[in-house]
């Protein structure tokens, strides 16, 4: 229980460190390619940990606002040409169509890509998830954050921020998908229980470094999501 509420607790600050940063980037408060406080220096300025202040560095590395210099320190990127991906709301059932065949074709090179170069901090965030999945599936729940969570620590975890970028711009269209892939879910006996073997695999192929296990794994994941929504039997209305 003090683990857990203590990773809550740091992901909050880190939240909170990353977007006040983010903010002040688009301002304009720092220039393009203008270096940032040192992590002492901004630990001191927002009274947070340095851990803290490392996550929040990486999620802004991630999203393409700043780039690291080894030995120099983090500095601001360009921002005219950082949103690339733009998608439009999602309105219909051939949204959410296209949203799943487009997991299908970065998702599971993303996992391979994890099994390879992840690192035990990686493998601790993926893990982190599942256990939040875990917890809501035996209490017979489904937690689209930790959902969500789970696929990104994956993206991050390959080492390629063009993975991580892509994830986090789909977000919102991702989460519809989950939220009504949850609520199929529980109106089966083993449903969710299943869906969790499902992301247990995956994890265990990036655990044991098996690159083409954890892109099947998570293929069949995605594709078995895809098939269970929108199926004849499962298809419902958004």
Do not use: W
């Amino acid at each position: 229980m003090t683990l857990s509420n203590g990773l809550n607790v740091r992901r909050t600050l880190s939240d909170t460190v990353f977007e006040r940063i983010q903010k002040a980037i688009k301002s304009g408060a720092y220039g393009v390619d203008e270096r940032l406080p040192t992590e002492h220096a901004l630990a001191a300025e927002f009274q947070v940990s340095r851990p803290v202040i490392r996550d929040a560095l990486q999620r802004l590395r991630d999203q393409g606002l700043i780039y690291s210099r080894r030995g120099a320190g983090s500095f601001v990127r360009e921002q005219g040409i950082r949103e690339p991906l733009g998608f439009g709301q999602m309105e219909n059932l051939s949204d959410l169509q296209h949203c799943y065949d487009f997991r299908l074709t970065i998702e599971p090179e993303a996992a391979a890509m994890a099994a390879e170069r992840r690192t035990e901090e990686a493998l601790g965030k993926i893990r982190t998830a599942l256990s939040l999945l875990r917890d809501a599936t035996n209490r017979r729940a489904h937690r689209v954050d930790a959902d969500f969570m789970f696929h990104l620590s994956i993206a991050q975890a390959s080492a390629n921020p063009y993975f991580a970028t892509a994830m986090q711009a789909l977000e919102d269209h991702i989460a519809v998908g989950m939220r009504f892939h949850g609520l199929s879910l529980k109106s089966t006996n083993d449903g969710l229980e299943h869906v969790f073997v499902e992301h247990t695999a995956v994890y265990e192929a990036i655990s044991n470094r098996d690159a083409a296990r954890a892109r099947n794994q998570m293929r069949q994941h995605i594709a078995g999501s895809r098939d269970r929504l929108l199926s004849p039997r499962g298809t419902t209305a958004i």
